[in-house]
């Protein structure tokens, strides 16, 4: 499968922010719904080398979900469903220039999907050994497959096993 160019860098602090402000437009947009916004993925993680992209992880209350994908829908984002994956609704966007790049992730509070993102962020941000070589295996991965997505997740998906059987997922 090909892809738009993979790019992996250096950490940067800046994503912090980035991610305050993308969480601060979801919380004005849904308001009391959201119980949680949760920055995952490698950008989440302080000095991990990651693509330059911010996942959120939106905890709401299930019964909410309706409501939820309708107030994203009036403000730039597209419901694309749980992309085969049970309790965890992507959206994407339009619109939204003034923001990083960002995948936009709603899930319950009960989600196995938004469990294992925290554990996975959480087991990364307590292990910088871990940190670097998966940053390191990741850098590799995109210099070897910058156009192939599937590839490149290939490439890392040994390190990514290797801390799910340390978290016990």
Known sequence: MKTEH???????????NDFNQI????????KDLVLAVEHVGSTSVPLLA?????????????????????LL?????????????????????????????HHLYVCPQDSKELKRHLAFR????????IVKEYGKIKKEAAKLYPND??????????IIEKIY?????
């Open 6 to 16: 993979i790019e992996v860098v250096d950490y940067d602090s800046k994503w912090v």
């Open 23 to 30: 969480k601060g437009e979801i919380e004005d947009v849904l």
């Open 50 to 70: 990651a693509k330059p992209i911010i996942d959120l992880d939106v905890v709401i209350d299930q019964n909410d979900l309706k409501e939820v994908i309708f």
């Open 73 to 101: 829908e009036n403000h730039g984002y597209i419901y694309e469903g749980d992309l085969d994956l049970k309790d965890r609704e992507a959206f994407r966007y339009e619109g939204k220039e003034h923001l990083r790049t």
């Open 122 to 129: 959480n087991y990364l941000r307590k292990h910088p050994n």
């Open 149 to 158: 997505i599937e590839k490149y997740c290939m490439y890392k998906s040994q």
């Open 165 to 169: 059987k340390e978290i016990g997922l």
